[in-house]
């Protein structure tokens, strides 16, 4: 299993990334497709994940409304699209899927949120 997270940067409060990961080693589309982040000196918070069949999606309270996880199949792809950026949501976020006993992340790709 392979995650390769990328579309991180420098961004200005009230700005937008879209963050993406591609997967491989696994049947993409049968999967729950999961995005973290952590900043220093906090634990790893769980943004937003998304359903394999029906692309059900769920967020943490902090994000509803700004962010929007979506997945192409087809591309082995999971997406995070993030609006309106805060300080706040400045973190390094991971793509995680969760594979028997085993969980799985991808190297994670840093976000500033900064003027």
């Known amino acids: 299993v392979q995650l390769v997270e990328s579309g991180g940067g420098l961004v200005q409060p009230g700005g937008s990334l879209r963050l993406s990961c591609v997967a491989s080693?696994?049947?993409?589309?049968?999967?729950?497709m999961r995005w973290y982040r952590q900043s220093p000196g906090k634990e790893r918070e769980l943004v937003a994940s998304?359903?394999?069949?029906?692309?059900?999606?769920n967020y943490a309270d902090s994000v509803k409304g700004r962010f929007t996880i979506s997945r192409d199949n087809a591309r082995k792809t999971v997406y995070l699209q993030m609006n309106s950026l805060k300080p706040e949501d400045a973190a390094r976020y991971y793509c995680?899927?969760?594979?028997?006993?085993?969980?799985?992340w991808g190297q994670g790709t840093q976000v500033t949120v900064s003027s």
């Open positions: 998304i359903s394999s069949a029906s692309g059900i999606t």
């Open positions: 995680n899927v969760l594979g028997g006993s085993r969980s799985y």
């Open positions: 080693g696994f049947t993409f589309s049968s999967y729950v």
